[in-house]
């Protein structure tokens, strides 16, 4: 009987923390889709790159951008993407429409995120995700 109750309580506890792992990943496309369903949302680089998340999908704008400084950047400035997700992995934000798209920031800060290929520093004013320093 005991050994049933511990079988069962540890099958619940793995269950529990395989869900736990999943929602986290929901829970940030669900936020980042209801703020800028809500208010929109603006990433802005230190060049001059936006992206906006708003009720009709992910826009970017990047037309006063130096086209030499483009290195890998797969959103066509104005083009709206309609479908999109968010998708979160330990300090990695991936911004993904359909199979063809995906681009990676890293999270940096409340409210900061780093594109690696392009040397983007993107802010917002919208807390989307949780962030949770490594150092000490």
């Known amino acids: 009987m005991k050994r ?8 619940f506890l ?12 929901e829970a940030t496309n669900d936020t ?6 809500e208010e929109g949302v603006i990433l802005q680089a230190t ?6 998340f708003s009720e ?3 826009e970017a704008d990047y037309s006063y951008w130096d086209p030499s400084l483009i ?3 797969p959103f066509e400035s104005g083009e709206v993407y309609a479908d999109y997700e968010v998708i979160r992995e330990d300090d ?3 911004i993904q429409v359909g199979e063809e798209i995906q681009y990676k920031l890293t999270i940096v800060g409340d409210r900061l995120f780093r594109d690696e290929d392009n040397a983007l520093l993107f802010k917002t004013d919208s807390f989307l ?8």
């Open 4 to 11: 049933n109750l511990v079988v069962g309580l540890l099958q």
């Open 14 to 25: 793995v269950v529990g923390l395989f869900l736990a792992g999943c929602s986290s990943d």
């Open 32 to 37: 980042w889709h209801s703020i800028a369903e």
């Open 47 to 52: 060049d001059p790159v936006t992206l906006l």
């Open 56 to 58: 009709n999908g992910v």
């Open 71 to 73: 290195i890998d950047f």
């Open 92 to 94: 990695k934000v991936t």
């Open 129 to 136: 995700v949780e962030y949770e320093s490594s150092e000490e």
